[in-house]
């Protein structure tokens, strides 16, 4: 387990660059936590997005329909392309033609006018929200603000500067929200677009293939029209029948989406739960010795399940009163950090688990008395424990003795690997020369 000086800020930030799913099961394990619950959180939230996706989209689809309507539009068109197919096999063209000059201006004209209509308000409220989207920006600098201040000789600092950047950081904030509900919108919208154009065109070809048959005066052309016709009929009633079965998918998908969300907040709750197994208990025991030796405050690890399923640990003090500011320092950051490592190392130590931890520039700004006590913790655990643990320090920063009335670094207590200086190849940590 390594840590360098600039990880030491949080101890429960693990610096990784990979998605959480993949390392945060691994780190929750190694507090004690059951992996495959936060493994089967993971699984089932990603279920969840797949489902909510599929379920906006045809949604978007089936919007304003139902299975009744469609079943009874799909019934008078199969009855229509029935009592059609036997006029064209007997070459009966006078009723389709009064048929279609009624079809043309009664309903494929209003259709397509309609559908045109729609079409050019949607993609009127699209450019809308594309033009928003591009002006959802923040525009404040507090430098340049800063600048205008001392320009008109007022002072742009202190509380008032850090209220500004509040605000900026306040405003960035809502920013992102804006910027995310209007791509949802746009997207959806686009959607619908896409959706209505392949409607219009249907409509058009659908209008065309009509007009042919009353302009010919072969027969055998109209014939094939007509077959053209039947065939964009029969089209149509796919179609249909392709929405209905989409209605009904969406319909089970609404019920799985709500079986993975009760088993999401079952997971939770197990995942909640299991912060009572012994590993972990034993780890916050340690953790609560450690700091309470060291730093003198009673403190304790604390775990909650965030709504997402996601466990957050946090570092709470019970002795509000004592412990100030200072706790959010570097130096007692450095010492929470350690004092988790040492726990977690100390909860496997009857079992096949790493016995070594790495930790850079342990001592460095801390007081002379933690100093005393974190190098105390560290030897009782090294041996009673058999952990091998590897640190560096600068000779300042060891806890010193006072040896005959001088104050010297106490290197006794120390197994020394390297002293490391800058006169010279034997100061390197492998003694080679500089390439």
């Not at 209605?247 to 009760?262: A, C, H, T």
């Not at 009572?276 to 775990?303: C, G, H, P, R």
């Not at 040492?342 to 790493?354: A, E, G, R, T």
Request: with cysteine; hydrophobic share 35%; charged share 35%.
């Amino acid at each position: 387990m390594l840590k360098e000086q600039k990880q030491y800020e949080d101890p429960f930030k693990v610096v990784q660059k990979g998605y959480d799913k993949y390392w945060r099961p691994h780190f929750i394990s190694l507090l004690g936590f059951a992996s495959n619950i936060l493994e089967n959180i993971y699984e089932c939230k990603e279920k969840r997005e797949d489902l909510r996706l599929k379920i906006n989209r045809l949604s978007i689809l089936t919007e304003k329909q139902s299975i009744d309507d469609i079943d009874k539009k799909v019934g008078n068109l199969r009855l229509e392309l029935e009592k059609e197919e036997k006029n064209v096999d007997t070459f009966n063209f006078y009723n389709i033609e009064n048929d279609i000059i009624e079809n043309v201006v009664k309903e494929l004209d209003e259709k397509i006018h309609e559908k045109s209509k729609e079409k050019y308000y949607l993609s009127k409220k699209i450019r809308g929200l594309e033009k928003s989207l591009s002006n959802v920006q923040v525009k404040y600098s507090p430098d340049k603000i800063s600048s205008l201040f001392s320009e008109a000789g007022i002072a742009f600092d202190g509380r008032i500067k850090k209220s500004y950047e509040d605000l900026i950081s306040f405003n960035k904030s809502i920013t992102v929200d804006r910027r995310k509900t209007f791509n949802a919108e746009i997207k959806k919208s686009k959607e619908v677009l896409e959706s209505l154009n392949a409607d219009l065109s249907l409509l058009e070809v659908d209008k065309a293939s009509k007009l042919k048959v009353l302009t010919s005066n072969d027969s055998i052309s109209k014939f094939k029209d007509l077959q053209n016709i039947l065939n964009q009929k029969r089209l149509i009633i796919a179609k249909e029948l392709d929405i209905r079965k989409d209605i009904v998918d969406l319909e089970k998908m609404k019920v799985d989406k709500s079986v993975e969300d009760n088993r999401l907040e079952a997971l939770k709750l197990d995942l909640k739960n299991d912060q009572f197994n012994n590993n972990y208990l034993e780890l916050k025991d340690s953790f609560e010795s450690i700091m309470k030796y060291v730093v003198s405050a009673t403190s304790s690890i604390d775990m909650k399940v965030l709504p997402t399923g996601t466990p957050e640990f946090s570092i709470i003090f019970k002795n509000v009163e004592s412990y100030t500011s200072q706790g959010d320092g570097e130096s007692y950051n450095k010492i929470k950090c350690i004092a988790l490592i040492l726990s977690i190392l100390k909860i496997y130590k009857n079992s096949s688990f790493i016995n070594f931890t790495y930790l850079d520039g342990v001592f460095e700004t801390l007081d002379p008395r933690k100093q005393k006590m974190l190098l105390d913790t560290l030897v009782e655990y090294a041996n009673k424990y058999d952990i091998q643990i590897i640190i560096t320090a600068l000779s300042s920063d060891i806890p010193k003795e006072n040896i005959g009335g001088e104050v010297v670094p106490d290197l006794e207590i120390f197994n020394v690997l390297r002293c490391l200086h800058e006169d010279g190849d034997d100061g390197r940590l492998f003694r080679m020369e500089r390439w």
